[in-house]
């Protein structure tokens, strides 16, 4: 939703019965049946996905139903670098930890989660990451010792007789993996156990 919904939003989720962080803005939505749209139910996240995009939070109670949709949040606490709808679900969260804010970020796309007021997860959209993750990944990538390790000629013959299972491929990028680092540690390692009885036979 973030990554094709550039209007953002967000979403309340109620873990029990809370109450006086919001005024309500009497917009009640059913579906067929006098039921409410459940984020649960597949054939109801269209039509979810329309209204979220609406000025104000969603609240959503612990049964996955859609209460209150565009209503205003009264609580706020600042966070750095990012606006109102951040400093709503920032402070909304810290109001009870009976209340989850989750938002799509109109700004970089990512998806952040907070609770007790703090911020608890942040994903990118696109990527389906953790933001610290990707940011890891990207520093790897982008650092001079990845590009010392990056699997080659050198690499594989290091690696003896099956170097596969030691690189993955990231955006078209040959990666040693952890493995791979352990066998070239135990290849280098081997080689030098077994030169020290030699050293020694030929002391003695």
Same mark, same amino acid.
């Given at each position: ?13 109620? $873990?029990?019965?809370?109450? @006086? ?16 749209? #459940? ?16 000025? @104000?939070?969603?609240?959503? /109670? /612990?049964?996955?139903?859609? &209460?209150?949709? @565009?209503?205003? $949040?009264? =609580? ?5 670098? =990012?606006?109102?709808? =951040? ?5 909304? #969260? ?5 209340? &989850? ?8 796309? =990512? ?5 007790? *007021?703090?911020?608890?997860? +942040?994903?990118? !959209? ?10 890891? %990944?990207?520093?790897?990538?982008? #650092?001079? %010792?990845? +590009? ?8 594989? +013959?290091? $690696?003896? &007789? /099956?170097?596969?299972? !030691?690189?993955?491929?990231?955006? *078209?990028?040959? &990666?040693?993996?952890?493995? @791979?680092?352990?066998? %070239? ?6 080689? +030098? ?12």
């Amino acid at each position: 939703m973030s990554y094709d919904q550039p209007e953002g939003c967000l979403f309340v989720v109620e $873990l029990d019965n809370v109450r @006086g962080y919001y005024k309500p803005s009497n917009m009640q939505i059913f579906r067929k049946g006098n039921k409410r749209l #459940s984020v649960l139910n597949e054939a109801d996240s269209v039509m979810i996905k329309k209204l979220a995009s609406l000025d @104000g939070a969603m609240i959503i /109670n /612990n049964k996955g139903q859609l &209460v209150q949709v @565009g209503a205003t $949040l009264t =609580h706020a606490k600042n966070f750095l670098s =990012h606006g109102k709808r =951040h400093a709503f679900a920032l402070g909304t #969260s810290a109001y009870s930890p009976k209340l &989850v804010c989750m938002l799509a970020s109109e700004e970089d796309k =990512h998806i952040r989660t907070f609770r007790e *007021g703090y911020l608890i997860a +942040s994903i990118d !959209a696109e990527t389906h990451m953790p933001v610290d993750t990707r940011n890891r %990944v990207v520093e790897l990538l982008t #650092s001079r %010792v990845t +590009s010392l390790v990056v699997a080659s000629g050198i690499a594989a +013959s290091l $690696l003896t &007789v /099956n170097p596969i299972p !030691a690189i993955v491929t990231i955006s *078209g990028t040959q &990666v040693i993996t952890f493995e @791979g680092f352990e066998r %070239v540690r135990e290849f280098f390692a081997g080689r +030098s156990r077994r030169q020290q009885p030699m050293s020694g036979s030929h002391a003695r």
